[in-house]
């Protein structure tokens, strides 16, 4: 097979946790005075919780120190992480689980590459720690997507060079940050890419035979 390992972004290709972000930086921006909607939402998919503060306070009227940002950001994630509370493993599809499974059984090394600080939480709640070599998140980088720090230490976790890495993504941040990182990408889903991924996939479902002998 041309490669050995594969790197998923978490939120939005192994499961879906927008919908709890959404109603987090809801509050976040309501405190700031600042406009949000579905569309400014969709502009903090695959970036840091700062860089999305940054984002949203582009829209308030209002000045805040750092110290207040910091708590701004902490003070959403503690909502978030409430919010999290409610996911089960039902909350990553059967189908995905099948694909992980039959990934597994080809003999290639799996990996988690998030900028979020919360995978490995999210992993637990979703009963899928198992399915993976390593896990690489936000607590272990310090470049958040575009950058690529978090896919190539995911790779060298692995014991992998980028070449025989592909990464899996849904977010135009993580696609850029795949190709600085020297990796092939599927993008998966109905994302604006930048360019074009390696391949073009409808979800992590059509991943095992998508993936060329």
Same mark, same amino acid.
């Given at each position: ?10 939120? %939005? ?47 308030? +009227? ?42 597994? =059984?080809? %003999? ?19 009963? =899928? ?8 998140? %936000? ?19 692995? %014991?992998? +060079? ?10 135009? =941040? ?6 600085? =990182? ?19 996939? +409808? ?11």
């Amino acid at each position: 097979m041309k490669y050995k390992g594969i790197i998923f972004d978490l939120d %939005g290709v192994l499961c879906s946790t927008d919908r709890f972000h959404f109603q987090a930086w809801q509050e976040t921006a309501r405190q700031a005075r600042a406009p949000f909607d579905e569309t400014i939402n969709q502009r903090l998919r695959g970036v840091s919780r700062m860089e999305s503060l940054k984002i949203i306070l582009e829209g308030s +009227p209002l000045t805040f120190t750092r110290e207040e940002k910091e708590r701004m950001a902490r003070e959403k994630n503690e909502r978030y992480r409430h919010l999290l509370q409610q996911m089960t493993p039902a909350d990553m599809p059967d189908g995905v689980r099948r694909a992980l499974e039959s990934l597994r =059984a080809a %003999g290639l090394k799996l990996a988690v590459g998030s900028s979020s600080k919360n995978a490995h939480f999210i992993l637990e709640r979703l009963d =899928a720690e198992q399915y993976f070599d390593a896990v690489c998140d %936000g607590t272990q980088i310090v470049h958040s997507k575009p950058h690529p720090e978090v896919f190539l230490k995911a790779a060298e976790m692995l %014991g992998l +060079p980028p070449a025989a890495c592909l990464v899996v993504e849904d977010a135009p =941040a993580g696609l850029q940050a795949a190709r600085a =990182a020297g990796m092939d990408c599927a993008g998966v889903g109905d994302a604006p890419w930048p360019f074009a991924p390696t391949y073009r996939l +409808p979800d992590v479902t059509a991943l095992p035979a998508a993936l060329p002998g």
